[in-house]
């Protein structure tokens, strides 16, 4: 049984046999950690016997991921110092003690040894506590890598790396204090430490005393006292604590942040039992507030973490994040009480974010964030809805088709929206999942995949072989059945050199992943060497950071053998890294402080709590935070923004929305005034008047709304959804500028305008269905793509419906079927893209309207009465490489009979900006458009182009220079374009083709 096994069974079972091998495992490491804290005196069992006591009575409390090792160490530290404090007022003792012999003979000590022992413990203790568990797993208990790596949930390389790491912090803590060592012979020091055993018949005494509770009252009060001087450390551990995470997150920043863990237990309090004091009620403000807002102070957030499901408690593991202007700091691990509710302590003036990464086994793990200016009330509360999660299984081969065991596979959601408290998210320490034997990995913790959503995806990691990066989209990828091919590929090794090619030893390479890795990751040793990898054979970036140089990007080509690049850095010459650069323009950025009321618009009485939203004047949005008894009050920094509005919402009201103010220094103040309502409930039932549950119940209006594939609907935008229950009742929070309801199921679908839609029965329209054949120039047209759009109208009287995304490709006879299609008007084109291996960007031929009857079906006949365009495209230059599919060529309808898109209002309002996208849209749909087949040696071909005017729209592009450079990678560089106007005269497919001869495109030098 592993340390884990055996607390669980002395906790559970109080199993004599489990403690008993727990002190065997542990003594001689607590015992020599006590012996270097109070010397070598009866003191040392004293405290030793207390460290287990401890650990009796909290083994409970220890979590599956807590590093038994490192949570004695720190036990050991506390009780040391308790003891030694006792030991110092009771002088008399102390002048006994030091005239009698000692029970223990001294150790004879190497020289090194006896100038590092002093101060090993301290050094340890300034140690992250992953660096502190992983040195004393390796050196302390002598496991092979391997070993540490498992224990610690990374691989084998990841742990040498972290080890290595963490002899270096060791070697330089050490050096401070006067010790100097080379690495190298501290390395030698931590491998050979002198041995140490515990007095014979100690394990004994402390295993009765434990087991049977008759440790003496002395051992009792000390291990008391340092249970309670640990839980009044780790709080005030956690209140000088800030994170920079608030300020990436208000600019809209989210990258990988370190993860800088901590596996010490945390004393949590019985808050099943704590009596909550009552909000302080907020000061009203009406009019600019003369004095500064309250700073932060001690706060606590009680959770309640419960399943979406039942409505049950769940007993879910707890990553809490508060770090500063540099990141976090460290991170602690909690456990909510078996109804559900924990307690964290928070509050510090310094403190920037509080991060809570909340997960429970077959649920969907999220994330909540709550910023610097909301720690001003003394209790925060949040009640966490856990999704049940879905299962995806599969098994990871190498090449050979060898099972790979021990990769990692990490899930990454569906990425951070800054609009809400709470989003799906993966933390490496609470949702591990590790191949088998037999190369198989099991999580059920994914989240359900409607229709196309996309977003997620998940990497394998494993030391010996290229990383796999495998996406997942709609509900078909939620499979079990999962199989992901690893590769060997090849490493890159070489030497970081400075000035005359001197070696840079103690260099940081990590790889630039433009996916925004995980990253492969390297220290140069003491000549300058080192090895990176393995990748795939391509090109890939390393960034080399050092001390007292500049950080350098290189650019590398990864092939079999790869080796001898030689990496060169430049000495810093004092000027302003990337980060320090972008934390002086944050810095420099102007705060603005925004404070008012809310109240209910009829009786005038403050709100009690309400959410309050920032909008940017690029229509993104931003929570700012909660709200409490009437008013608010909060410094808020405006880094990308140029003009603001706030909204606000309550639950039972209307949401408010302020004017629009321009971005500057000083307090802007607000009233709110809010109407009751803001909701709509109501009950889903078939034509035959059956509930129906689970059916998804969405939002659309302006700016967001949903996706429909076959009977699946998608949100866009953060458009509002929720699920209908067992008796198809369903009830729903408006968001501003909602236009209408729309209800998704198996068995039909409903749009319902939002003025009939609060407190109605909506009744589903069964799904239609569309067949019919694709013509090109009267013949079928085989292997067509074809898409399936909303019927965008000519006018704006009625709101459009969900954005439809059906695609499907014509058989060999050009014949086709779309399922589940909503009732009514929908729009069929054909698709053209690039390449058939391109995806990404298409166009769209011209439309054609099919009213679908509900439950039927609507025969159609896709095909455009015109004639045919030839001809041949010729560059003015040649492009080394370049293929005329590598972009889309347009021939476009010329329309002067619409009437130009109007413009209201201001441009900085997110409905304006809706308004003005959905006409644009609008017009879009009524243009025609057109798209040549093109050979690859130039010459195309148009068929079925209608009489009329047009325009031909040419563009010739590369790649980027740098496709691992993030501004250039998505996007290609123009070196050419052309517009050309042409005529079309009446004809058909039986009429000669029309002949456009050859058309150069002028092409600029690159």
Same mark, same amino acid.
């Given at each position: ?192 430490? %002198? ?127 508060? =770090? ?21 302590? &928070? ?53 050979? #088709? ?71 989209? =709609? ?29 840079? %030893? #103690? ?48 650019? &590398?080509?990864? &092939?079999?053998? +790869?080796?001898?690049? +030689? ?36 009786? #005038? ?95 659309? #209006? ?75 120039? =009267? ?98 230059? %040649? ?80 790649? %980027? +220079? ?45």
């Amino acid at each position: 049984m592993n340390d884990t096994e055996l607390l669980h069974a002395w906790a559970t079972q109080r199993d004599e046999t489990a403690f008993a091998e727990l002190v065997r495992r542990h003594l001689d490491q607590v015992h020599a950690c006590a012996r270097r804290q109070v010397g070598e005196s009866p003191l040392a069992d004293e405290v030793a016997q207390a460290v287990f006591l401890v650990l009796a009575r909290k083994a409970g409390a220890i979590g599956p991921r807590v590093v038994l090792s490192g949570w004695l160490f720190r036990t050991t530290r506390f009780v040391a110092a308790r003891a030694q404090r006792a030991e110092q007022r009771r002088t008399h003792h102390e002048t006994l003690a030091a005239m009698q012999p000692s029970s223990h003979e001294p150790t004879v000590l190497p020289e090194h040894w006896r100038a590092v022992e002093p101060h090993l413990d301290a050094a340890l203790a300034a140690l992250p506590a992953t660096d502190r568990d992983a040195v004393l797993l390796r050196y302390f208990e002598d496991r092979p890598l391997r070993a540490v790596g498992e224990r610690l949930g990374v691989n084998e390389e990841a742990a040498k790396k972290r080890v290595s790491r963490a002899v270096e912090k060791l070697r330089a803590w050490l050096t401070g204090k006067g010790v100097l060592l080379s690495t190298t012979g501290l390395l030698t020091l931590l491998g050979n430490l %002198p041995a140490h055993s515990a007095p014979a018949g100690l394990a004994g005494q402390i295993t009765s005393a434990a087991t049977a509770n008759t440790a003496s009252a002395a051992t009792a009060a000390l291990a008391q006292g340092a249970m309670r001087d640990w839980w009044l450390a780790q709080v005030r551990q956690v209140l000088p604590w800030a994170a920079a995470a608030l300020l990436l997150l208000s600019t809209g920043v989210w990258g990988w942040l370190p993860w800088t863990e901590s596996a010490a237990p945390v004393e949590v309090a019985d808050v099943s039992s704590t009596t909550v004091e009552p909000l302080a009620t907020a000061p009203t403000v009406s009019t600019a507030p003369a004095s500064l807002p309250p700073e932060p102070g001690p706060s606590k957030i009680l959770l309640s973490v419960r399943s979406a499901k039942d409505n049950r408690p769940l007993i879910a593991q707890v990553v809490a994040g508060l =770090g500063g202007d540099r990141g976090y700091l460290e991170r602690l691990d909690y456990q909510t009480d078996p109804e559900g509710t924990l307690e964290v302590p &928070v509050g510090h003036p310094d403190i920037q974010s509080l991060s809570l990464w909340i997960s429970a086994p077959g649920h969907v793990p999220v994330v909540a964030l709550w910023k610097r200016h909301e720690f001003v009330e003394s209790v925060l509360l949040h009640s966490c809805l856990l999704e049940p999660g879905e299962v995806l299984a599969g098994v990871v081969q190498d090449e050979a #088709g060898l099972p790979v065991t021990g990769a990692q596979v990490q899930f990454t959601g569906p990425g951070m929206n800054r609009s809400d408290r709470q989003q799906i998210q993966y933390h490496p320490r609470l949702n591990p999942v590790t191949t088998d034997a037999q190369g198989n990995f099991r999580s059920d913790q994914l989240p359900v995949l409607r229709g196309n959503q996309s977003g997620m995806s998940y990497t394998v990691l494993h030391p010996d072989f290229v990383r796999a990066r495998i996406s997942l989209s =709609g509900p078909e990828s939620l499979a079990t059945n999962h199989v992901v091919v690893l590769e060997r590929g090849s490493w890159v090794t070489g030497r970081v050199v400075g000035p005359e090619d001197l070696p840079v %030893p #103690g260099a940081g390479l990590v790889e630039v992943d433009p996916y925004g890795g995980p990253d492969r990751e390297a220290i140069s040793e003491v000549d300058g060497s080192f090895s990176l990898g393995p990748f795939a054979a391509g090109t890939m970036q390393i960034k080399v950071t050092a001390d007292g140089f500049k950080n350098a990007k290189e650019r &590398v080509s990864v &092939v079999a053998g +790869t080796n001898g690049v +030689t990496l060169r850095l430049t000495p810093a010459d004092g000027s302003k890294t990337e980060w320090e650069q972008w934390k002086q323009g944050m810095d420099a950025a102007p705060t603005v402080r925004v404070a008012g009321t809310a109240v209910d618009a009829e009786s #005038g009485e403050p709100l009690p709590r309400f959410h309050i939203w920032l909008n940017d004047h690029l229509g993104g949005q931003e929570l700012l935070g909660d709200g409490h008894s009437g008013s608010f009050d909060w410094p808020v920094r405006m880094a990308f923004h140029r003009q603001f509005s706030l909204e606000v919402e309550a639950d039972g009201y209307e949401t408010a929305s302020s004017d629009i103010r321009p971005v500057q220094d000083g307090p802007q103040t607000f009233e709110f005034r809010l109407e009751r309502g803001g909701h709509a409930s109501g009950r889903v039932v078939d034509a035959k008047g059956r509930p129906i549950a689970r059916a998804v119940v969405g939002l659309n #209006g302006l700016g967001f709304g949903f996706f429909v594939r076959d009977h699946h609907a998608s949100s866009a935008n953060d458009a509002p959804q929720a699920l209908t229950d067992s008796d198809g009742r369903f009830s729903i929070r408006l968001k501003l500028n909602t236009e209408s309801l729309l209800v998704v199921h198996e068995a039909g679908i409903a749009q319902t305008p939002v003025a009939q839609a609060k407190r109605a029965t909506i009744v589903l329209q069964p799904w239609g269905a569309i067949e019919g054949v694709a013509l090109t120039a =009267g013949r079928p047209a085989a292997g067509q793509r074809l898409s399936l759009h909303s019927w965008m109208s000519e006018s704006d009287t009625e709101p459009p419906g969900a954005t439809l995304d059906h695609h499907v490709t014509t058989d060999a006879q050009g014949r086709f079927r779309f399922d589940h299609v909503p009732p009514g008007p929908v729009a069929l084109s054909r698709t053209y893209k690039f390449s058939p291996s391109t995806t990404s960007i298409i166009g769209n031929g011209p439309r054609q309207r099919v009213d679908v009857p509900s439950g039927g079906v609507a025969e159609v006949t896709l095909a455009t009465a015109g004639r045919a365009l030839v001809g041949r495209f010729e560059l003015s230059r %040649p492009i080394a490489g370049y293929q005329w599919r590598d972009d889309l060529q347009k021939l476009e309808e010329v329309r002067l009979d619409l009437p130009p898109i109007e413009t209201a209002g201001s441009p900085d309002d997110r409905a304006e900006l809706a308004k003005q996208f959905r006409a644009l849209n609008r017009r879009r749909a009524q243009i025609r458009s057109f798209f040549p087949d093109i050979q690859p040696d130039g010459s195309f071909r148009m068929d079925d182009v209608p009489e009329g005017s047009y325009t031909l729209h040419l563009r010739v592009s590369v790649p %980027p +220079t740098d496709p691992d450079d993030e501004d250039q990678r998505f996007f290609r560089r123009e070196l050419g374009k052309l517009e050309l106007p042409v005529v079309v005269p009446a004809g058909d497919f039986d009429d000669p083709p029309m002949d456009l001869g050859t058309i150069t495109i002028p092409v600029k030098q690159r």
